[in-house]
C-alpha cells in the first residue's frame, strides 16, 4: 500500500530555518492531495498546511501564515514544507498525510487515508 516517509526534522533555534520532506512509495503523486499536520505533547493533532495533487492550490493555518511554505516535486515524489521563523509554539512531531477526496476539508485530520510516522521539530534556544 502506499507509505509515505517523513525527513527533516530536528533542533533549530527560534528564529531559525527547517525544511521538511515527504516522500511517497507505492503510489501516483498525481491523484493525491498532500496536508502536513503537527503534534505538540498534550495537544489534538492540527493541520498546519494542504496542497493539491499538482500543486495548483495550498492552504495554511492561521498561526503559520507567511512563515510556512508547501511545495511538491511529483517527479521525485515529494512534499516539502519550508518551516522560516520559527517559533517554540511550532515544536511538535510533524507528520504527512495523502488523500483522494478533500472536499473543502484540507485541514481536518479525518480526511487524510494515509499517514507517516513523523519527524520531531524542536525550536529551542
Known amino acids: 500500500q502506499l507509505q509515505l516517509v517523513e525527513s527533516g526534522g530536528g533542533l533549530v533555534q527560534p528564529g531559525g530555518s527547517l525544511r521538511l520532506s515527504c516522500t511517497g512509495s507505492?503510489?501516483?503523486?498525481?491523484?493525491?492531495?498532500i496536508g502536513w499536520f503537527r503534534q505538540a505533547p498534550g495537544k489534538e493533532r492540527e493541520g498546519v498546511a494542504y496542497?493539491?495533487?499538482?500543486?495548483?492550490?495550498?492552504m495554511y493555518v492561521d498561526s503559520v501564515k507567511g512563515r510556512f511554505t508547501i511545495s511538491r516535486d511529483n517527479a521525485k515524489n515529494t512534499v516539502y514544507l519550508q518551516m522560516n521563523s520559527l517559533k517554540p509554539e511550532d515544536t511538535a512531531v510533524y507528520y504527512c498525510?495523502?488523500?483522494?477526496?478533500?472536499?473543502?476539508?484540507?485541514?481536518?485530520?479525518?480526511?487524510?487515508?494515509?499517514w507517516g510516522q513523523g519527524t520531531q521539530v524542536v525550536v529551542s534556544s
Open positions: 498525510a495523502a488523500a483522494w477526496a478533500v472536499k473543502g476539508r484540507e485541514l481536518h485530520r479525518n480526511t487524510y487515508n494515509y
Open positions: 507505492r503510489f501516483n503523486p498525481d491523484y493525491y492531495d
Open positions: 496542497i493539491s495533487n499538482r500543486g495548483g492550490s495550498t
